[in-house]
Protein backbone atom coordinates (compact mmCIF):
# COMPACT_ATOMS: atom_id res chain seq x y z
CA UNK A 1 0.00 0.00 0.00
CA UNK A 2 1.26 3.59 -0.93
CA UNK A 3 -0.87 6.58 0.81
CA UNK A 4 2.03 9.30 -0.15
CA UNK A 5 -0.29 11.62 -1.69
CA UNK A 6 0.61 13.49 -4.28
CA UNK A 7 0.81 17.43 -3.43
CA UNK A 8 -2.53 18.25 -5.73
CA UNK A 9 -4.39 15.68 -3.53
CA UNK A 10 -3.52 17.25 -0.29
CA UNK A 11 -4.25 21.06 -1.83
CA UNK A 12 -7.57 19.90 -3.15
CA UNK A 13 -8.18 18.89 0.29
CA UNK A 14 -7.17 21.90 2.14
CA UNK A 15 -9.07 24.45 -0.90
CA UNK A 16 -12.03 22.02 -0.29
CA UNK A 17 -12.24 22.60 3.43
CA UNK A 18 -11.70 26.00 3.36
CA UNK A 19 -14.32 26.39 1.05
CA UNK A 20 -16.59 24.41 3.33
CA UNK A 21 -15.54 26.81 6.01
CA UNK A 22 -16.00 29.70 4.22
CA UNK A 23 -19.60 29.02 2.60
CA UNK A 24 -21.65 25.73 3.91
CA UNK A 25 -21.73 26.77 8.05
CA UNK A 26 -23.21 30.23 8.46
CA UNK A 27 -26.42 29.21 10.04
CA UNK A 28 -26.28 25.80 10.50
CA UNK A 29 -27.33 25.78 14.39
CA UNK A 30 -30.68 27.64 13.02
CA UNK A 31 -31.02 25.16 9.86
CA UNK A 32 -30.05 21.99 12.16
CA UNK A 33 -32.81 23.29 14.88
CA UNK A 34 -35.82 23.87 12.30
CA UNK A 35 -35.11 20.78 9.82
CA UNK A 36 -33.68 23.33 6.84
CA UNK A 37 -32.57 22.01 3.44
CA UNK A 38 -30.53 24.59 1.91
CA UNK A 39 -30.96 23.91 -2.42
CA UNK A 40 -28.49 26.93 -2.79
CA UNK A 41 -25.58 25.56 -0.51
CA UNK A 42 -25.93 22.31 -2.48
CA UNK A 43 -25.79 24.22 -5.79
CA UNK A 44 -22.64 25.92 -3.99
CA UNK A 45 -21.54 22.45 -3.59
CA UNK A 46 -21.99 21.58 -7.14
CA UNK A 47 -20.56 24.82 -8.13
CA UNK A 48 -17.47 23.64 -6.21
CA UNK A 49 -17.38 20.58 -8.27
CA UNK A 50 -18.54 18.35 -5.33
CA UNK A 51 -20.82 16.56 -7.27
CA UNK A 52 -18.37 16.26 -10.24
CA UNK A 53 -16.06 14.06 -8.24
CA UNK A 54 -18.57 11.00 -8.66
CA UNK A 55 -18.79 11.65 -12.53
CA UNK A 56 -16.05 10.89 -15.49
CA UNK A 57 -15.57 14.56 -17.11
CA UNK A 58 -17.58 13.73 -20.05
CA UNK A 59 -20.83 14.21 -18.24
CA UNK A 60 -19.77 17.22 -16.19
CA UNK A 61 -17.23 15.84 -13.52
CA UNK A 62 -13.82 16.78 -12.37
CA UNK A 63 -11.70 14.14 -13.81
CA UNK A 64 -11.66 12.23 -17.12
CA UNK A 65 -12.42 9.27 -14.44
CA UNK A 66 -13.32 8.71 -11.00
CA UNK A 67 -10.67 8.24 -8.74
CA UNK A 68 -11.77 6.96 -5.51
CA UNK A 69 -9.08 7.79 -3.28
CA UNK A 70 -8.84 11.14 -4.57
CA UNK A 71 -11.90 11.85 -3.89
CA UNK A 72 -12.48 9.89 -0.78
CA UNK A 73 -9.47 12.35 0.31
CA UNK A 74 -11.39 15.39 -1.12
CA UNK A 75 -14.39 14.00 1.29
CA UNK A 76 -12.43 13.48 4.35
CA UNK A 77 -11.23 17.70 3.89
CA UNK A 78 -15.07 18.33 3.23
CA UNK A 79 -16.41 16.26 6.23
CA UNK A 80 -13.36 18.79 7.72
CA UNK A 81 -14.37 22.20 7.17
CA UNK A 82 -18.47 21.09 7.04
CA UNK A 83 -20.03 21.27 10.21
CA UNK A 84 -23.28 20.27 8.83
CA UNK A 85 -23.17 16.39 8.64
CA UNK A 86 -25.95 16.17 7.20
CA UNK A 87 -25.39 17.57 4.26
CA UNK A 88 -21.83 16.11 3.85
CA UNK A 89 -23.63 12.65 4.24
CA UNK A 90 -26.96 13.43 1.31
CA UNK A 91 -24.02 14.94 -0.92
CA UNK A 92 -22.05 11.15 -0.83
CA UNK A 93 -25.69 9.00 -0.79
CA UNK A 94 -25.89 10.82 -4.54
CA UNK A 95 -22.48 10.56 -5.12
CA UNK A 96 -22.08 7.51 -4.64
CA UNK A 97 -25.62 5.50 -4.87
CA UNK A 98 -27.22 6.45 -7.30
CA UNK A 99 -24.37 9.08 -9.88
CA UNK A 100 -21.81 6.01 -9.53
CA UNK A 101 -24.35 3.04 -10.48
CA UNK A 102 -25.76 5.73 -13.41
CA UNK A 103 -21.90 5.38 -14.03
CA UNK A 104 -20.53 1.86 -13.73
CA UNK A 105 -24.04 0.29 -14.96
CA UNK A 106 -26.43 3.36 -16.99
CA UNK A 107 -26.82 3.32 -20.81
CA UNK A 108 -24.87 5.96 -22.51
CA UNK A 109 -28.57 7.73 -23.05
CA UNK A 110 -28.91 7.10 -19.11
CA UNK A 111 -25.89 8.70 -18.28
CA UNK A 112 -26.09 11.54 -20.61
CA UNK A 113 -29.50 11.81 -19.34
CA UNK A 114 -29.13 12.09 -15.76
CA UNK A 115 -25.39 12.46 -15.05
CA UNK A 116 -24.77 16.08 -15.91
CA UNK A 117 -27.96 17.47 -13.77
CA UNK A 118 -27.26 15.63 -10.54
CA UNK A 119 -23.58 16.68 -10.76
CA UNK A 120 -24.24 20.45 -11.57
CA UNK A 121 -26.98 20.59 -8.62
CA UNK A 122 -30.13 21.43 -10.75
CA UNK A 123 -31.35 17.92 -9.75
CA UNK A 124 -31.13 15.65 -6.72
CA UNK A 125 -31.01 12.02 -6.86
CA UNK A 126 -32.19 9.43 -3.81
CA UNK A 127 -30.99 5.50 -3.30
CA UNK A 128 -34.16 3.70 -2.37
CA UNK A 129 -33.42 -0.09 -1.02
CA UNK A 130 -35.45 0.25 2.61
CA UNK A 131 -39.14 -0.58 2.81
CA UNK A 132 -41.84 -1.06 5.82
CA UNK A 133 -40.91 -4.63 6.69
CA UNK A 134 -37.74 -4.83 4.88
CA UNK A 135 -34.36 -3.06 6.70
CA UNK A 136 -31.35 -5.26 7.10
CA UNK A 137 -32.85 -8.52 4.98
CA UNK A 138 -32.97 -5.62 2.22
CA UNK A 139 -33.04 -8.12 -0.90
CA UNK A 140 -35.82 -9.70 0.40
CA UNK A 141 -38.02 -7.14 -0.51
CA UNK A 142 -41.70 -6.82 -1.16
CA UNK A 143 -41.93 -4.34 -4.59
CA UNK A 144 -42.50 -5.50 -6.92
CA UNK A 145 -41.93 -4.81 -10.77
CA UNK A 146 -43.70 -6.34 -13.11
CA UNK A 147 -43.12 -6.25 -16.64
CA UNK A 148 -45.74 -4.92 -19.35
CA UNK A 149 -45.50 -3.54 -22.83
CA UNK A 150 -43.17 -0.93 -23.18
CA UNK A 151 -41.85 -1.19 -19.44
CA UNK A 152 -42.30 -2.23 -15.87
CA UNK A 153 -45.33 -1.74 -12.95
CA UNK A 154 -43.81 -0.60 -10.15
CA UNK A 155 -46.35 -1.01 -6.83
CA UNK A 156 -44.65 -0.74 -3.08
CA UNK A 157 -42.90 1.61 -0.92
CA UNK A 158 -40.19 2.61 0.37
CA UNK A 159 -39.01 3.97 3.48
CA UNK A 160 -36.14 5.94 5.78
CA UNK A 161 -34.87 7.08 2.23
CA UNK A 162 -32.92 10.09 2.46
CA UNK A 163 -33.62 13.16 -0.03
CA UNK A 164 -36.78 11.07 -0.69
CA UNK A 165 -38.96 14.60 -0.67
CA UNK A 166 -37.16 16.65 -2.97
CA UNK A 167 -35.86 13.91 -5.17
CA UNK A 168 -36.15 14.75 -9.07
CA UNK A 169 -34.94 11.35 -9.25
CA UNK A 170 -35.22 7.90 -7.75
CA UNK A 171 -33.17 4.90 -8.01
CA UNK A 172 -35.48 1.99 -6.77
CA UNK A 173 -34.92 -1.39 -6.16
CA UNK A 174 -37.67 -3.69 -7.31
CA UNK A 175 -38.30 -7.32 -7.67
CA UNK A 176 -39.13 -8.02 -11.35
CA UNK A 177 -39.11 -12.03 -10.41
CA UNK A 178 -39.73 -12.32 -7.09
CA UNK A 179 -39.64 -16.06 -8.00
CA UNK A 180 -35.98 -15.96 -8.08
CA UNK A 181 -35.94 -14.20 -5.13
CA UNK A 182 -32.78 -12.00 -5.16
CA UNK A 183 -31.84 -12.66 -8.28
CA UNK A 184 -35.35 -11.07 -9.53
CA UNK A 185 -34.09 -7.52 -7.85
CA UNK A 186 -33.91 -4.94 -10.31
CA UNK A 187 -33.08 -1.41 -10.46
CA UNK A 188 -35.39 1.82 -11.90
CA UNK A 189 -34.66 5.17 -12.02
CA UNK A 190 -38.01 6.73 -11.39
CA UNK A 191 -38.75 10.73 -12.14
CA UNK A 192 -40.03 12.84 -10.26
CA UNK A 193 -43.86 13.56 -12.18
CA UNK A 194 -44.08 9.77 -13.06
CA UNK A 195 -47.99 9.09 -12.99
CA UNK A 196 -48.13 6.63 -9.53
CA UNK A 197 -45.00 8.00 -8.08
CA UNK A 198 -45.08 10.48 -4.95
CA UNK A 199 -43.21 11.32 -2.13
CA UNK A 200 -43.94 12.27 1.39
CA UNK A 201 -41.35 13.69 4.21
CA UNK A 202 -41.05 11.97 7.57
CA UNK A 203 -40.96 15.39 9.75
CA UNK A 204 -38.56 14.60 12.61
CA UNK A 205 -35.86 12.63 13.53
CA UNK A 206 -32.86 12.87 15.74
CA UNK A 207 -30.23 13.82 13.76
CA UNK A 208 -29.22 14.58 9.57
CA UNK A 209 -32.03 17.39 10.44
CA UNK A 210 -30.77 19.42 7.34
CA UNK A 211 -31.47 17.23 5.35
CA UNK A 212 -34.82 15.78 4.81
CA UNK A 213 -36.07 11.73 4.58
CA UNK A 214 -38.80 10.63 3.57
CA UNK A 215 -40.90 7.87 1.43
CA UNK A 216 -41.93 7.06 -2.23
CA UNK A 217 -45.00 5.39 -2.95
CA UNK A 218 -45.52 3.56 -5.79
CA UNK A 219 -49.10 2.54 -7.23
CA UNK A 220 -48.74 1.36 -10.47
CA UNK A 221 -46.50 3.34 -11.49
CA UNK A 222 -45.22 2.96 -14.93
CA UNK A 223 -41.37 3.48 -15.66
CA UNK A 224 -40.71 2.80 -19.16
CA UNK A 225 -37.74 0.03 -19.67
CA UNK A 226 -35.36 2.80 -21.20
CA UNK A 227 -35.54 3.81 -17.53
CA UNK A 228 -34.37 0.31 -16.12
CA UNK A 229 -30.81 0.61 -14.90
CA UNK A 230 -28.59 -2.17 -15.84
CA UNK A 231 -30.03 -5.82 -16.65
CA UNK A 232 -33.72 -7.26 -14.99
CA UNK A 233 -31.97 -9.63 -11.93
CA UNK A 234 -29.18 -6.62 -11.85
CA UNK A 235 -30.11 -5.12 -8.84
CA UNK A 236 -28.33 -7.14 -6.09
CA UNK A 237 -24.66 -6.91 -7.67
CA UNK A 238 -25.38 -3.18 -8.19
CA UNK A 239 -26.29 -2.40 -5.10
CA UNK A 240 -23.51 -3.93 -3.74
CA UNK A 241 -20.81 -2.71 -6.04
CA UNK A 242 -21.87 0.96 -5.09
CA UNK A 243 -21.67 0.31 -1.51
CA UNK A 244 -17.79 -0.39 -0.99
CA UNK A 245 -17.44 3.42 -2.60
CA UNK A 246 -20.41 4.51 -0.63
CA UNK A 247 -19.03 3.14 2.89
CA UNK A 248 -15.30 4.78 1.94
CA UNK A 249 -16.73 8.31 0.87
CA UNK A 250 -19.59 8.87 3.68
CA UNK A 251 -17.11 7.62 6.34
CA UNK A 252 -14.23 9.80 5.11
CA UNK A 253 -16.20 13.17 5.60
CA UNK A 254 -17.00 11.32 9.15
CA UNK A 255 -13.18 10.86 9.75
CA UNK A 256 -12.46 14.97 8.60
CA UNK A 257 -15.80 15.47 11.24
CA UNK A 258 -13.58 13.42 13.95
CA UNK A 259 -10.56 15.66 13.50
CA UNK A 260 -12.43 18.75 13.65
CA UNK A 261 -13.92 17.40 17.19
CA UNK A 262 -10.50 16.79 18.12
CA UNK A 263 -9.39 20.18 17.42
CA UNK A 264 -12.16 21.52 19.46
CA UNK A 265 -11.89 19.48 22.78
CA UNK A 266 -8.32 20.20 22.55
CA UNK A 267 -8.36 24.01 21.84
CA UNK A 268 -11.15 24.06 24.85
CA UNK A 269 -9.23 21.39 26.87
CA UNK A 270 -6.16 23.98 26.89
CA UNK A 271 -8.25 26.90 27.66
CA UNK A 272 -10.91 25.64 30.05
CA UNK A 273 -9.45 25.98 33.68
CA UNK A 274 -11.02 24.71 36.61
CA UNK A 275 -8.77 24.04 40.43
CA UNK A 276 -6.32 26.35 38.95
CA UNK A 277 -4.83 24.61 35.92
CA UNK A 278 -6.11 23.77 32.47
CA UNK A 279 -8.53 20.83 32.64
CA UNK A 280 -6.49 19.37 29.82
CA UNK A 281 -3.83 18.90 32.85
CA UNK A 282 -6.20 16.36 34.11
CA UNK A 283 -5.61 12.80 33.17
CA UNK A 284 -9.08 12.00 33.13
CA UNK A 285 -9.42 14.22 30.47
CA UNK A 286 -6.23 13.78 28.42
CA UNK A 287 -7.08 10.38 28.61
CA UNK A 288 -10.06 10.93 26.95
CA UNK A 289 -8.58 13.41 24.10
CA UNK A 290 -6.18 10.86 23.34
CA UNK A 291 -8.33 7.77 22.96
CA UNK A 292 -9.85 10.61 20.26
CA UNK A 293 -6.66 10.54 18.56
CA UNK A 294 -6.29 6.72 18.81
CA UNK A 295 -9.81 6.54 16.68
CA UNK A 296 -8.57 8.77 14.33
CA UNK A 297 -5.79 7.21 13.31
CA UNK A 298 -7.17 3.40 13.09
CA UNK A 299 -10.07 4.63 11.50
CA UNK A 300 -8.19 6.33 8.76
CA UNK A 301 -5.92 3.27 8.00
CA UNK A 302 -9.16 1.32 7.75
CA UNK A 303 -10.20 4.08 5.00
CA UNK A 304 -7.48 4.10 3.28
CA UNK A 305 -6.78 0.40 2.55
CA UNK A 306 -10.52 0.46 1.38
CA UNK A 307 -9.79 3.25 -1.28
CA UNK A 308 -6.66 2.01 -2.34
CA UNK A 309 -8.32 -1.91 -2.75
CA UNK A 310 -10.69 -0.19 -5.09
CA UNK A 311 -8.52 1.85 -6.91
CA UNK A 312 -6.47 -1.42 -8.04
CA UNK A 313 -9.52 -3.04 -8.61
CA UNK A 314 -9.57 -5.30 -5.61
CA UNK A 315 -12.52 -6.81 -3.38
CA UNK A 316 -12.64 -5.05 0.22
CA UNK A 317 -15.96 -6.67 1.26
CA UNK A 318 -13.74 -7.66 4.58
CA UNK A 319 -12.14 -4.30 4.92
CA UNK A 320 -15.05 -2.18 4.11
CA UNK A 321 -16.92 -4.01 6.77
CA UNK A 322 -14.31 -3.60 9.17
CA UNK A 323 -14.00 0.54 8.55
CA UNK A 324 -17.85 0.48 8.91
CA UNK A 325 -17.89 -0.49 11.71
CA UNK A 326 -15.21 0.30 12.96
CA UNK A 327 -15.32 4.08 11.42
CA UNK A 328 -19.18 4.55 12.56
CA UNK A 329 -18.87 3.19 16.06
CA UNK A 330 -15.62 5.52 16.46
CA UNK A 331 -17.70 8.81 15.42
CA UNK A 332 -19.81 8.41 18.16
CA UNK A 333 -17.89 7.31 20.92
CA UNK A 334 -15.44 10.37 20.24
CA UNK A 335 -19.19 13.03 19.44
CA UNK A 336 -19.25 11.74 23.39
CA UNK A 337 -16.24 12.12 24.69
CA UNK A 338 -15.89 16.11 22.50
CA UNK A 339 -19.47 16.32 24.71
CA UNK A 340 -17.55 15.34 28.16
CA UNK A 341 -14.39 17.29 27.50
CA UNK A 342 -17.17 20.69 27.36
CA UNK A 343 -18.26 19.65 30.46
CA UNK A 344 -22.14 21.25 30.88
CA UNK A 345 -20.98 23.44 27.66
CA UNK A 346 -20.83 20.42 25.53
CA UNK A 347 -24.63 19.59 26.04
CA UNK A 348 -25.46 23.19 24.97
CA UNK A 349 -27.06 23.29 21.48
CA UNK A 350 -25.20 27.12 20.59
CA UNK A 351 -21.53 25.14 21.50
CA UNK A 352 -22.15 23.42 18.14
CA UNK A 353 -20.62 19.96 20.01
CA UNK A 354 -23.48 17.75 20.72
CA UNK A 355 -25.26 18.11 17.35
CA UNK A 356 -22.05 16.00 15.88
CA UNK A 357 -23.44 13.04 18.59
CA UNK A 358 -26.78 13.11 16.88
CA UNK A 359 -25.79 12.64 13.55
CA UNK A 360 -23.14 10.55 14.76
CA UNK A 361 -25.78 7.56 14.93
CA UNK A 362 -27.31 7.54 11.95
CA UNK A 363 -23.87 5.81 11.17
CA UNK A 364 -24.33 2.20 12.96
CA UNK A 365 -27.26 2.19 11.09
CA UNK A 366 -27.28 3.15 7.76
CA UNK A 367 -25.74 1.07 4.47
CA UNK A 368 -25.50 -2.02 7.08
CA UNK A 369 -25.86 -1.65 10.62
CA UNK A 370 -22.82 -2.51 13.43
CA UNK A 371 -24.82 -5.89 13.48
CA UNK A 372 -24.86 -6.47 9.78
CA UNK A 373 -20.82 -5.34 9.32
CA UNK A 374 -20.17 -8.11 11.81
CA UNK A 375 -22.03 -10.75 10.47
CA UNK A 376 -19.87 -10.03 7.19
CA UNK A 377 -17.04 -10.22 8.85
CA UNK A 378 -17.56 -13.20 10.98
CA UNK A 379 -19.03 -14.65 7.73
CA UNK A 380 -15.73 -14.11 5.81
CA UNK A 381 -13.83 -15.50 8.96
CA UNK A 382 -15.94 -18.95 7.97
CA UNK A 383 -17.70 -19.08 10.52
C1 LIG B 1 -29.63 8.28 8.77
C2 LIG B 1 -30.23 7.18 7.93
C3 LIG B 1 -30.25 7.32 6.54
C4 LIG B 1 -30.81 6.33 5.75
N1 LIG B 1 -30.87 6.51 4.38
C5 LIG B 1 -31.42 5.53 3.60
C6 LIG B 1 -31.52 5.71 2.18
O1 LIG B 1 -31.12 6.73 1.63
N2 LIG B 1 -32.10 4.72 1.45
C7 LIG B 1 -32.55 3.57 2.02
O2 LIG B 1 -33.03 2.71 1.31
N3 LIG B 1 -32.48 3.38 3.37
C8 LIG B 1 -31.94 4.33 4.17
N4 LIG B 1 -31.89 4.18 5.53
C9 LIG B 1 -32.43 2.97 6.12
C10 LIG B 1 -31.34 2.01 6.61
O3 LIG B 1 -30.63 1.48 5.54
C11 LIG B 1 -32.02 0.96 7.50
O4 LIG B 1 -32.46 1.63 8.67
C12 LIG B 1 -31.05 -0.17 7.86
O5 LIG B 1 -30.75 -0.97 6.75
C13 LIG B 1 -31.64 -1.08 8.97
O6 LIG B 1 -32.92 -1.53 8.63
P1 LIG B 1 -34.12 -1.37 9.67
O7 LIG B 1 -34.14 0.05 10.12
O8 LIG B 1 -35.35 -1.86 9.01
O9 LIG B 1 -33.73 -2.24 10.89
P2 LIG B 1 -33.93 -3.84 11.05
O10 LIG B 1 -33.35 -4.55 9.89
O11 LIG B 1 -35.34 -4.11 11.41
O12 LIG B 1 -33.00 -4.13 12.31
C14 LIG B 1 -33.40 -3.89 13.66
C15 LIG B 1 -32.32 -4.41 14.59
O13 LIG B 1 -32.10 -5.81 14.36
C16 LIG B 1 -30.75 -6.07 14.02
N5 LIG B 1 -30.67 -7.13 13.03
C17 LIG B 1 -31.42 -7.32 11.91
N6 LIG B 1 -31.01 -8.40 11.25
C18 LIG B 1 -29.98 -8.91 11.92
C19 LIG B 1 -29.09 -10.02 11.74
N7 LIG B 1 -29.19 -10.84 10.68
N8 LIG B 1 -28.12 -10.23 12.66
C20 LIG B 1 -27.97 -9.41 13.72
N9 LIG B 1 -28.76 -8.37 13.96
C21 LIG B 1 -29.75 -8.11 13.08
C22 LIG B 1 -30.25 -4.74 13.44
O14 LIG B 1 -28.82 -4.64 13.51
C23 LIG B 1 -30.96 -3.74 14.33
O15 LIG B 1 -30.27 -3.62 15.54
C24 LIG B 1 -31.35 5.17 6.35
C25 LIG B 1 -31.34 5.04 7.74
C26 LIG B 1 -30.81 6.04 8.53
C27 LIG B 1 -30.82 5.90 10.03
Redesign the pocket.
Not at 365 to 372: K, V
Given at each position: MDFSWQKEQLEYKKQIAHFAQQNLNGDIIERDMKGIFSKELWQKCAAFGIQGLAAPKTYGGQNENIDILSAMLAMEGFGYGCHDNGLA?ALN?QMW?VQLPIVHFGTAGQKEKFLPKLVSGEWIG??????P??????FNMKMTAEKTEGGYILNGQ???????PIADVALV?ANAKPKMGKWGVTAFLVEKGMPGFSASPVRD????RT?P?GELDFDNCFVPTENRLGKEGAGMSLSNNSLEYERCSILASQLGAMERQLETAVEYAKNREQFGQPIGKFQSVSNRIADMRLRIETARLLLYKVAWLKKTGQSAMMEAALLKLHLSESFIASSLDAIRTHGGNGYLTGFGVERDLRDA???V????????Q??IIARLLGL
Open positions: FATAHALTEDIGSDVKRLVTLAFKMGMVFVGGLYAGTSDIRN
